[in-house]
């Protein structure tokens, strides 16, 4: 049987069609990123003397600022296209690709640095869980960035031919996006701080 997609909201499930399908991706997310928060809390727990890798406290916390505030520019690229404002919706998912960009640079620059030390994943056990978490989460900043860039390129033809869900799928691209700035919020502390 075929779903329809729909912009309306379902009367079985009370959402649409792609905001059904984004919540339950994101559950499946939750569930990947849950596990391996719960390994490392399980290792760092069990293990009589932590290998503790020290981590730049202010590349972290610059990477948490830029992804908050590229989590408010998408918030603004959808409310723009709520509001019919076209340039203005360009705009803000351009300047949340460049942020996302951005964190990626800031990730690469952080990374060479602990390489230039040698401290790779076979280090020790901290940094194994470390380039776990942050390369599978770099993964997903690249994913966000792929969506956004197809929606201001090719996938940008729908606005016109169809406006109501062209901003559906703004607005499951802009829940992914919270997705992957929250399981930074997660990161920062638990990595960088504890």
Same mark, same amino acid.
């Given at each position: 049987?075929?779903?329809? $997609?729909?912009?309306?909201?379902? !009367? ?5 069609? *792609? ?10 997310? =939750? ?13 760092? *727990? ?11 406290v202010i590349f972290g916390a610059a990477n948490t600022?830029?992804? @908050? ?9 959808? !409310?723009?296209? +709520? ?21 990626? *640079?800031? +990730? ?6 602990? =390489?230039?030390?040698?401290? @790779?994943?076979? $280090? ?6 470390? $380039?776990?978490l942050t390369g599978l989460h770099g993964l997903h ?15 940008? +033809?729908? !606005? +016109? ?14 829940? $992914?996006?919270?997705? =992957?700035?929250? *399981? ?11």
């Amino acid at each position: 049987m075929e779903i329809p $997609y729909i912009v309306e909201t379902r !009367a079985d499930t009370g959402l649409n069609n *792609v905001k059904l399908g984004i919540w339950l991706f994101l559950a499946s997310e =939750v569930m990947l990123f849950g596990a391996l928060f719960s390994t490392y809390i399980i290792l760092r *727990v069990g293990a009589p003397e932590w290998p503790r890798g020290e981590l730049s406290v202010i590349f972290g916390a610059a990477n948490t600022i830029i992804l @908050i505030s590229s989590s408010v520019t998408m918030v603004m690229a959808w !409310a723009s296209l +709520k509001m019919h404002a076209w340039g203005k919706h360009r705009f803000y998912l351009l300047v949340t690709v460049g942020l996302a960009l951005f964190f990626l *640079v800031n +990730k690469f620059f952080e990374y060479a640095e602990h =390489v230039g030390k040698h401290e @790779i994943p076979s $280090y020790n056990t901290f940094f194994a869980i470390y $380039y776990t978490l942050t390369g599978l989460h770099g993964l997903h900043i690249v994913g966000g960035i792929v969506v956004m860039l197809y929606f201001l390129g090719p996938g940008a +033809k729908l !606005a +016109k031919k169809n406006p109501d869900q062209f901003t559906n799928r703004i607005e499951a691209t802009g829940l $992914y996006w919270h997705f =992957v700035d929250l *399981v930074w919020i997660f990161l920062f502390p638990v990595l960088y701080l504890l």
